[in-house]
């Protein structure tokens, strides 16, 4: 999904701003930058301010105009401090991060961003399918453009994984029946048969049984043992009980 990011960065007046972007993007996974008609670029600030993502800025894609900027992509999101465009709905860079993980997770998007002094253009807002904004201090919302830019882009990043480590939870679960917790029916099975070893073993006393049981139940209960966990932990309770049965096998 992070390779189908591009970020767009409009007019931009700093190239410090731009140095600084490359290195928020580089930081989280994202190699696309587009600069529309930037003030000055390339520029020795920026590539300062970039450290190691100089690279980022080695294939940044400078172009004159909007259009040129946002041809390839098919969502446009606009970010903005401020939630006054109405005409197109409004997300938190997290609810966006879900949409890009799912629904769109196969178009180019470009994520628009406005320049030092004044933000987002009217023309550039009417381009826009969605608009961006970080939930910040109501009372000064406006962050810095590369500060914008990080946290819109760790969000996508934390998505990003998060779908990752779904896609393979859900896979495991699928492929193998054995990394499944056992039932309740089966724990209870387990809890017997536990029991009726640490009496034979006389490390459980029931005259003075100290919540023994209850205590393990709650380390079972933190661990939630698998089938094939399950298996081993009866396996240990058989040993141990076929060693009191022949106890010259000890
Ligand atoms: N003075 C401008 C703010 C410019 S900040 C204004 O009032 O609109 C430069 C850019 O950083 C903005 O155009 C936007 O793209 C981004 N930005 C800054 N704060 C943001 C926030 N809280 N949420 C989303 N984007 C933000």
Redo the contacts with the bound molecule.
Sequence with gaps: MLDNVNIVLSHTSHPGNIGATARAMKTMGIANLILVHPKKFPSAEATVRAAHADDVLEHAVVVDTLDEGLKECSLVVG????SRYLDAPLLTARELAEKLVGEYRDEKVALL????????TNEEVSRCHYH???P?NPEY?????AS?VQL?SYELRVASLGNIAEQTRKFKVKDDAKTKPVTAEQMEGYYQHLEETLIQTEYLDLKHPKMLMSRLRRLYNRARPDHSEMQILRGILSAIQKGFKNPKAF
């Design positions: 970010t903005s401090a401020r961003f406005g320049t030092e002094s004044a933000g987002l961006v904004y970080i910040a919302s406006s962050l810095n453009l914008a819109i």
